[in-house]
């Protein structure tokens, strides 16, 4: 097993890194879910 | 010292903060879930040699239907095959390595779309990038449930709601691309192609980078795992994934899935000509497409709240809902065209649909409930053959059978009645399967050799 840890930079308490992974995923994911949203409306009119 | 890609260079501190995993996560689901969203080339594709209109020469859809389920077929091969590689590598490798199969494919995809070659798409497209297909689905599930031993349905969950929003996002980025590149001497599919797998390869190495790894016996503050209760099917130990597929929870777990899948798959292909003749002349072809949109939201949003769901009242009576619930709704169905109502069908199936999707994310958190969270990865990729059989049931069960009642003089709007009632004999039969699941027998168990208390991987080499 082994114990050590990662030696690389941990930006994982930066607010901005958490932000931008969130927006990063989040800003497409929306833009897919209005597009279709506004697809679906014709099936109410 | 460790190579950049390696397991060991990834393991956090201890104050490493867990919500960073999860869009690395999605960056990966939400690419390669373009998969759903491949039949926007059809068309186009039919067009490469005539543009306008096919000519002579030009592929046919038949022959495009191919692409898709090779990349099917090679998603459930290489989740099967490399599970164990996966979980013995981790997330950073097995996500370059998704990333580069993903993106690759899509190059070598359109190489083949320009020069006219179908072979090449097939080969990149379908075999290449179905590898990338199914080691990227896999790759952040044990990832995901070491980092959130609190929430193992919802973090799985929220990553694979990401394969179901893949397509929303690809569905409309192609139409874009395929305009902007269009020309009187081509399509824009190839073209569409290249930037597609360039910003495929891009995010998906992003997502691979951000993996982190729970240090061994990390847990999250403040919590203690619950007191594990006499006989019941959440474990601490650990079953290998050669001992797994030996023992009858996990063939009935496949069935489980399997049925629940085939359940959905079926008619999420169908969706839109079972709306239009069950309610001829009521609904247009656009009003139909948006039904189809309606639905991929709701397999999109199914697979976050049922998977979540299922943390607060227990994996097992999570697909009893499914099964129970399902068979009552297909039931249903036909009551719906006989009555006319549009908004009870449409709400039927968004029901239905959005438990196709969650039983697809509340699966990883059964597996590492039953078999422990170690070799979940692994597990997880030979339970995933379930699916592809299961993309091969459902279509052939809808369509052979309203094909042989339309046959057989059947009027088109009633044709789908049978089609239901054999889809709810289904969920009843895996309802059963799921009743079956017992927890796992002692002699299936791996002897540990560090056994930590809140059943923490180890990541021993």
């Not at chain 2, 569409?192 to 495929?200: D, E, F, Q, R």
């Not at chain 2, 891009?202 to 209760?229: D, E, N, Q, S």
Request: one cysteine or more; aromatic letters at 14%; hydrophobic letters at 50%.
């Amino acid at each position: 097993m082994t114990d050590s840890v990662s030696t690389e930079k941990d930006w994982s308490h930066n607010p901005g890194v958490i932000a931008f992974a969130w927006l990063a995923v989040g800003i497409p994911l929306l833009w897919g879910v209005l597009n279709t949203l506004m697809k679906s409306v014709a099936l109410f009119r | 010292m460790a190579g950049f890609l390696d397991k060991e260079r990834i393991i956090a501190k201890p104050s490493f903060n867990r919500w960073l995993i999860p869009p690395c996560a999605l960056a990966t689901h939400l690419c390669i879930g373009q998969a759903y969203a491949l039949s926007v080339f059809n068309l186009p594709l039919t067009k490469q040699l005539g543009i306008t209109k096919s000519v002579t020469g030009d592929w046919t859809l038949a022959e495009l239907g191919w692409i898709f389920s090779i990349a099917i077929v090679m998603l459930g091969l290489s989740a099967a095959l490399f599970g164990t590689w996966v979980q013995r590598e981790g997330p950073r490798k097995s996500g370059f390595v998704a990333a580069v199969c993903w993106g690759v494919g899509f190059l070598v995809g359109a190489l083949g779309i320009s020069t006219h070659q179908l072979w090449l798409v097939y080969l990149g497209y379908g075999f290449i990038g179905g590898i990338g297909l199914g080691i990227g689905y896999i790759t952040p599930v044990s990832t995901l449930i070491s980092w959130f031993p609190d929430r193992r349905g919802m973090s799985t969950g929220m990553a694979i709601m990401g394969f179901g929003g893949g397509a929303l996002i690809a569905s409309p980025m192609s139409d874009s691309l395929m305009k902007a590149f269009a020309s009187p001497t081509s399509t824009g599919v190839a073209q569409t192609w290249v930037v597609m797998g360039v910003i495929y390869l891009v995010f998906m190495l992003g997502g691979a980078f951000g993996y982190r790894l729970p240090a061994p016996g990390w847990k999250p503050a403040g919590w203690t795992p619950p007191p594990l209760k006499e006989g019941g099917l959440i474990t601490t130990h650990n079953v290998t994934p050669q001992q797994a597929i030996k023992t009858p929870q996990f063939w009935f777990m496949w069935w489980v899935l399997c049925l629940n899948v085939t359940a959905g798959i079926g008619v999420l292909g169908q969706a839109s000509a079972m709306i239009q003749e069950m309610f001829r002349g009521r609904v247009t072809p656009s009003a139909a497409a948006g039904f189809v949109g309606l639905m991929s939201l709701f397999n999109m949003g199914g697979r976050f709240s049922w998977a979540s769901l299922s943390d607060k009242i227990g994996r097992k009576p999570t697909y009893a809902v499914f099964f129970i619930l399902g068979t009552i709704l297909y039931f249903l169905v036909p009551l719906t065209g006989k009555i006319g109502s549009v908004a009870f069908f449409v709400a039927c199936f968004c029901i239905i649909i959005s438990m196709y999707g969650g039983g697809f994310s509340t699966v990883p958190a059964y597996l590492a409930d039953v078999f422990g969270v170690k070799y979940v990865s692994a597990v997880h990729g030979r339970l995933l053959t379930a699916w592809s059989a299961a993309g091969i049931f459902g279509p052939v069960l809808v369509n052979y059978i309203r094909q042989w009642q339309v046959a057989n003089g059947v009027p088109k709007y009633q044709a789908y009645n049978v089609t239901m009632y054999i889809m709810a004999g289904l969920l009843v039969i895996g309802f059963f399967c799921n009743l079956a699941v017992k927890p796992v027998s002692q002699r299936h168990l791996e002897a540990e050799r560090a056994p930590l208390p809140d059943g923490q991987p180890s990541y021993a080499k």
